[in-house]
């Protein structure tokens, strides 16, 4: 069986993948936009392509092409490659390990927060021997935005920890409400043109003061200038950011310097191709034959 | 009942414990020593005395004592007391949101040093976009040093997260054979003649390269110079260091400027006068009908 592999990974990361994705599926042969360019492969004879948000139009000129399988879990990128091909199913990366990965992200930015250890941070820099009151993780109610994989994942290990943990789907309650119960918001929607920008100066002033923010989901969630201007007056607390509008941030940009912000370089949950390579092949064998494929997007939707 | 009230506690320290305490203990009449030297209450009517490192001292002269309970679960300090009144009983604190607090800042700290947060954090002072590699739980073996209530409660919590954790006790197996196999060690030893100093060169030697020490037990198990060497050396990644042979940490210490030093200002855990009230009345009313007493100190093991 043919597959193209594409995708913006470094040349250790291909190898990484493809030695991974070798493993789980033995039967795949393994093609490059560069291989079909070059004619060491024939376009036609490729059946899914495995993508890593490829460059725009790395997916034209395949017409056998019949599964489209990411292996990351946002597909936002990919959908705005308007050359596309349609019809042809695309599948999001579920990886338990990610998974795993973005609940331990979130927990650690939500106990740091909760006990103020980003600010006993500060106080080391600043030479300052000083605590400040503990409360109890009940008493730190917690909104997750996103109920899919990741947002279940992450509200399930927070309710574990004691958290109250108040779950928000786009389709639900009012964010407004969700957003006023909560001391901690940690982002995990999909970003779809319903979801750009929900985390506003409205979203930020919904918030009780003193509240904090954690963005695992996409940087254009939110509106950086609103943010900015909640964390200088300071209503919010503190923003834990893993994604930004911009990826890499661009130097200079006040994110990198702001005392109440932690950043991460995109980095909350990484897909590891150990376990990711076994459910690409999960579903390249249930193409094969026939069967459901997993993790299908919703076109529509967009995730 | 006559109780003594004496602690280093501020004035607002003092006044939460002492409303804390009258909440859970109405028929109890609080005295502090001020009020015995001044005349105001008979030393002699005083029956128990709740402490919280007293200066020493505090505890002479008090006929009637029958039980000295501590607010703190540490006894290193009050046990330090020559004047102490011998085979008077002494009763450490198990406070159940404390021990809460300790996994809380134990999971954070190994969090953190599982997933290189604290290297990102440096990344982002420095301005640099970077990830680094990303392994699972199961992948970072944790010893964690004392099995008493915190112990176990950091342990549990840790492999509830599915981190391998050993759990090692002083008179188990050897410490360098536990050391060897793990990648963080999380200490939680109580300050005994037996415990002083064990964090020293030897134990650091025994850990593989590129491990981590989370110290939330007592300064004084560290051999600070031998700690600093190692992480000067980089055989070890970074310590997370709760607690200082002098506290506050002297200004200038190296500690507080050390790129691989993360500082908390003995604020891993602290009693919480709500939940720890009602373990003193508990305890106290034990005394008064004479059952068993809680959580008592075996003064030849010291703790």
Redesign the interface.
């Known amino acids: 069986v043919n597959l193209l592999l594409a995708g913006d990974l470094d040349a250790a990361e291909r190898e990484r993948w493809r030695a991974a994705l070798a493993a789980a599926l033995p039967e795949g042969r393994w093609w490059t936009r560069d291989d079909l360019d070059r004619g060491r492969a024939d376009p036609a004879a490729i059946v899914a392509a495995v993508v890593a948000n490829p460059p725009p139009g790395s997916l034209q000129g395949l017409p056998s092409l019949r599964l489209i399988q990411s292996l990351w879990a946002g597909v936002d990128r990919l959908l705005a490659d308007p050359t596309l091909p349609n019809g042809v199913p695309i599948a999001r990366m579920v990886d338990p ?1 990610m998974t ?2 973005m609940a ?2 979130a ?2 930015a939500v ?2 927060l ?2 103020g ?1 980003f600010a ?2 500060q ?2 820099r600043d ?1 300052v ?4 009151a ?1 409360r ?2 009940d008493e730190v109610p917690v909104a997750v935005l996103g109920q899919g994989e990741m947002g279940r994942a992450v509200a399930d290990r927070l309710a ?3 958290y109250p943990v108040h779950g928000w789907r786009r389709d639900g309650t009012a964010l407004a409400a969700v957003l006023a119960r909560a001391e901690i918001v940690v982002n995990l929607l999909p970003l779809t043109l319903a979801t750009r920008g929900l985390l506003d100066a409205r979203a930020f002033a919904a918030l009780p003061a003193g509240a904090s923010l954690v963005n695992l989901g996409r940087g254009a969630h939110v509106i950086d200038s609103d943010l900015l201007a909640a964390l200088d007056a300071g209503h919010l607390r503190h923003a834990v950011l893993d994604v930004f509008t911009t ?3 661009p ?1 200079g940009h006040r994110y ?1 310097t702001h005392p109440r912000v ?6 909350a ?2 897909t ?1 191709p150990r376990s990711a390579a076994a459910v690409v092949a999960r579903n390249l064998r249930a193409l094969r034959d026939g069967k459901a494929l997993a993790y299908l997007v919703d076109r529509s939707r967009a995730y």
Chains 1, 2 share one sequence.
């Open positions: 390990a795993a990965a331990e992200t927990l650690w106990l740091a909760h006990r250890f006993y941070q106080r080391q030479g021997w000083r605590t400040h503990q109890r993780a574990a920890q004691g990826e890499p941030l130097a990198w932690t950043m991460l370089p995109h980095a949950a990484l590891d």
